[in-house]
């Protein structure tokens, strides 16, 4: 082989930048999902739909109160138990959940990302 | 072995059947794990109605600067609407001459009481709008009540609807309004950069049953109600009082009324 240290010395280098990413977060422990903060069971007596579903699919359910709202005039939503909620991120959603900080940030900071909601939608006061 | 026909046939018969099962299953459980389901969207059991919601402002009941300023604090505070000053204005609601109310009015010897007074500006939610024609991604849009109605979501901020509109009732965020809310609205969300605003003849308050916010705060000034009722009192009060509407010969059909 000619220049076979060259080969071999650049094809030791290549493989350790195509590596990076594996050996670089090597040992390091795997992703886990966030803890969130839940609301006070005084506040917040029922969840909507259950926790599981919610955890899939609360991008859908909010595009699709965005949408029955603002564009078909709806207010109300019967819940999974059968009781009605105002379809508001500020007014219902953010009642109970009352802190982005603890409840929505986590999960979105983790997954790296950015929703935009919170460009027009006022996030409840955090308490400090 | 040999395989005949006949058992190959089985064999085919019995895979085609489970395959056709499990297809069957599998679609089931997709359908049943999507849950928002539109029938369980209602509008609130309090909200106002109507065929075609319009409003007429007595203008004679109002006497200066300081009787539409309630109006228009109530407005642009339950709405989040901006304090800017100069060329980047937002506004919802505002005031203007005579003259700049109503330009096609070219009325010779115009009364003093009616050349000095301000006029009530606001969206003529139109019954034949010129926004939702040039709107490219329909996020201004007439609902079946008559109010043309703006989806924040899905605004480009292309301003076409700012060059449709003939009475300059929609505003640009050239800047993150933001700073320049004095008292949000806990309960109302403010616009970002980007996006083009206007009045929507409160459409979150006649969803719960209320009056729009001017209306309420002008106590008996301005009267809203339906144009599409012949018995509704604004059609009384239409039919009693000689009103103008803005620009009217531009086909644009404005629902707001001005008795003079």
């Avoid at chain 1, 069971?41 to 599981?52: D, H, N």
């Avoid at chain 2, 965020?173 to 933001?178: A, E, H, I, S, Y």
């Avoid at chain 2, 605003?197 to 916010?213: I, Q, S, W, Y």
């Avoid at chain 2, 309420?216 to 009192?233: H, Q, R, T, Y």
Wanted: glycine content about 8%; some cysteine; aromatic content about 10%.
């Amino acid at each position: 082989m000619y220049d076979g240290g060259k080969i071999i010395a650049g094809l030791i280098v290549f493989l350790g930048i195509v590596g990076f990413p594996f050996w670089y977060n090597a040992g390091s422990a795997g992703y886990k999902t966030p803890e969130l903060k839940l609301p006070p069971k005084s506040k917040a007596t029922e969840c909507i739909e259950a926790t599981e579903w919610m955890r899939a699919e609360h991008m859908q359910l909010l595009n699709t109160w965005r949408d029955s709202v603002v564009r078909e005039g709806n207010l109300e939503y019967t819940t999974a138990s059968g009781s009605h909620v105002e379809m508001s991120l500020q007014k219902s959603c953010m009642d109970c959940h009352d802190s982005k900080k603890d409840f929505c940030d986590k999960c979105h900071t983790a997954a790296a990302v950015e929703p935009y909601c919170w460009d027009c939608h006022i996030a409840p006061k955090e308490e400090k | 072995m040999k395989t005949t026909r006949r058992d190959f046939l089985k064999v085919a018969g019995v895979t085609a059947l489970g395959m056709a099962a499990g297809a069957g299953s599998a679609l089931a459980n997709s359908k049943g794990a999507y849950l928002p389901h539109y029938e369980h969207m209602a509008p609130g059991h309090q909200h106002l109605t109507a065929k075609r919601w319009g409003m007429v402002i007595d203008t004679r009941a109002f006497h200066g600067e300081e009787d539409f300023a309630p109006l228009i604090e109530a407005c642009h505070k339950e709405h989040n609407v901006p304090h800017l000053p100069g060329k980047q204005e937002v506004k919802w609601l505002w005031t203007d001459s005579f003259h700049a109310s109503f330009p096609h009015n070219h009325q010779e010897f115009l009364a003093e009481r009616v050349h000095h007074s301000r006029y009530l500006l606001l969206c003529n939610h139109c019954d034949n709008p010129p926004c939702v024609r040039v709107c490219p991604t329909k996020a201004t849009f007439k609902r079946e009540d008559g109010i043309v109605m703006m989806d924040m979501h899905r605004c480009i901020g292309c301003r076409f609807c700012m060059a449709g509109c003939p009475y300059g009732s929609r505003s640009f965020n050239f800047q993150d309004p933001r700073p320049f809310i004095a008292e949000e609205n806990p309960v109302y969300p403010t616009r970002m950069k980007g996006v083009v605003e206007k009045c929507t003849f409160c459409t979150e308050r006649l969803a719960e049953g209320k009056m729009p916010a001017c209306v309420e705060a002008s106590e008996g000034k301005i009267v809203f109600g339906d144009l599409g009722d012949p018995d509704s009192e604004i059609r009384h009060i239409l039919a009693e009082n000689f009103t103008l509407r803005r620009k009217p010969d531009l086909g644009t059909s404005p629902s707001v009324f001005y008795i003079i």
